[in-house]
């Protein structure tokens, strides 16, 4: 059974930092892209970072230049380094990867970590 477990979420003060980090364990064959997306209280969810599994990213105009998304091929992990946080970016943050078996791809989400930045 494939999972993906975050961790690293909390609450800060605006202008701090936080690193969120998800893990894809069992049984798969290759990660495609993953990426980071949110969901603030009355409000879609929004892609916040994505990186392909060759290291290319794209982010959301509101956090670029503050926000970072990597990703250790080695570990099946994905990380997301925020500085600079603001108010605004608090909101549920969801791990999403699309992850290929010998026959089947399908995309995953994991479970949601809050983060909570006050003012």
């Known amino acids: 059974q494939v999972q993906l477990v975050e961790s690293g979420g909390g609450l800060v003060q605006a202008g701090g930092s936080l690193r969120l980090s998800c893990a894809a364990s069992?049984?798969?064959?290759?990660?495609?892209?993953m990426g980071w997306y949110r969901q603030a209280p009355g409000k879609q969810r929004e892609l916040v970072a994505a990186i392909t599994s060759g290291g290319s990213t794209n982010y959301a105009d509101s956090v670029k230049g503050r926000f970072t998304i990597s990703r250790d091929n080695a570990k099946n992990t994905v990380y997301l380094q925020m500085n600079s946080l603001k108010p605004e970016d608090t909101a549920v943050y969801y791990c999403?990867?699309?992850?290929?078996?010998?026959?089947?791809?399908?995309?995953?989400w994991g479970q949601g970590t809050q983060v909570t930045v006050s003012s």
């Open positions: 069992g049984s798969f064959f290759s990660i495609n892209a």
């Open positions: 999403n990867a699309d992850l290929e078996g010998g026959s089947w791809a399908y995309d995953y």
